[in-house]
């Protein structure tokens, strides 16, 4: 079966690529196995609900998400193989609806939202090594070591088609590696996160994930942008029908404290605190971006990364996404993080530097005449000092911060 051919586009830095299955050719071709992406009019000027004839693979539907979905598929040179006996097959309803491959449940029975998701006998058998590993942990200061490394080897694969499920790996692969004689591991707080994640997933049943987002239906003017500083503090804006609404916060004695210190110490540094400013948007932000789907601006590469990935090597940075997927998952947001240079985010720079009268000055110069209403970060998530706390409870987990 052939797969979908795309010309690489120059890819900007806020387009981080994923380790979805590809193959490149010496011109330059990138070959991605793709599930259905949208309805698409072919050259004959036919209109085909899907790029048929292609072979289901993990993680292609991140990959074109977070490269090319954003931006006309004519911009980005996107070449359809189109097979017009497959095409014909599909449109007489003899095309097979539910696949499975790769271990997965793949559901076309809706072409404009192919889904994807564990196999219920799959989630059962997860489930039950979950809830093993649970009373193992219960009361102990370890656990086996050959256990935990099965979950977490299992847990890794189920979070393919869950949505930011990485982000719920991350401790269980740290303790695995805190461990030195390979025969136990210590039951440290990241790690009983991931677990009680996981426990609730899998008992409220594993839900399909769309193997394509929706584009964002905010403009860039509409966007939130965000900038951190270790010399005052941080802020952030997006606007709305002629309304900016805008949060700057000075860190506080102690979270300077924090920043001055080394990480060894058990300090904060500056992709921290742009991690953590996100956090604060999103909470401050209240139900006006409820739904909606947006481009996030960022002028950190690092957070970028992180955010991308659904992946942190620190725990207090990865207690940061874990919120901040929270949020997202209630608010049903659907976020693009992208990278900004520190030139292009300079009214964010301007709230991270308490220059108010600086930054809507500049604002009403780049986006014209709005109104500007402060919005307030919650009390529990602007307490950075409470959230390194939490992160580290374990005095075990020191040496990975």
Not at 135 to 152: F, H, N, P, Q, R
Not at 209 to 232: C, K, M, Y
Not at 282 to 304: C, M, P
Request: hydrophobic residues 35%.
């Amino acid at each position: 079966m052939s797969p979908v051919e795309l010309r690489r586009p120059a890819s900007p830095r806020s387009r981080k690529e994923t380790s979805a299955p590809c193959s490149t050719t010496s011109d330059d071709t990138l070959h991605i196995p793709i599930v259905p992406l949208e309805r698409v009019t072919g050259e004959d000027g036919n209109e085909y609900d899907f790029a048929d004839d292609c072979e289901s693979t993990v993680g292609c539907g991140e990959y074109l998400r977070l490269n090319y979905i954003t931006r006309p598929l004519e911009a980005c040179n996107i070449v359809i193989k189109k097979d017009a006996r497959s095409i014909k097959k599909y449109k007489e309803g003899k095309s097979s609806q539910i696949q499975i491959a790769l271990g997965f449940l793949f559901d076309f029975s809706d072409p404009e939202c192919p889904r994807v998701s564990l196999r219920p006998q799959k989630a059962g058998e997860y489930l039950t090594l979950v809830q093993s590993l649970a009373k193992e942990m219960e009361g102990s200061k370890t656990v086996s070591y050959k256990t935990l490394e099965g979950v977490a080897h299992r847990l890794s694969y189920a979070s393919q088609v869950v949505q930011r499920g990485r982000i719920y790996t991350s401790g269980l692969h740290a303790a695995l590696g805190m461990s030195k004689d390979k025969r136990s591991a210590f039951v440290i707080g990241w790690m009983q996160r991931n677990v009680k994640f996981w426990l609730r997933f899998f008992t409220e049943g594993p839900p399909p994930v769309r193997l394509i987002l929706n584009p964002p239906n905010l403009s860039r003017e509409e966007s939130p942008f965000t900038d951190a500083s270790t010399s005052w503090g941080c802020g952030g804006f997006f606007c709305s029908s002629g309304t900016c609404y805008w949060f700057m916060e000075e860190w506080t004695p102690e979270e300077r404290n924090l920043i001055e210190i080394t990480k060894d110490e058990g300090g904060i540094g500056i992709n921290y605190l742009e991690l953590v400013t996100v956090l604060f948007l999103l909470e401050a932000s209240g139900t006006r971006l409820d739904g909606k789907s947006f481009s996030f601006y960022i002028d950190n590469q690092v957070s970028v990364d992180v955010l991308l990935s659904s992946r942190a090597r620190q725990a207090k940075m990865s207690l940061v996404l874990e919120l901040i997927d929270v949020v997202m998952t209630r608010r049903q947001h659907n976020v693009y993080w992208d990278w900004i240079d520190t030139i292009s985010n300079h009214l964010s720079d301007c709230l991270s530097r308490n220059a108010l009268d600086e930054f809507t000055r500049d604002l009403v110069s780049t986006y014209g005449e709005h109104n500007f209403v402060q919005i307030e970060v919650p009390p529990h998530t602007r307490d950075i000092s409470a959230l390194v706390k939490r992160a580290t409870e374990n005095i075990e987990l020191l040496r990975l911060l």
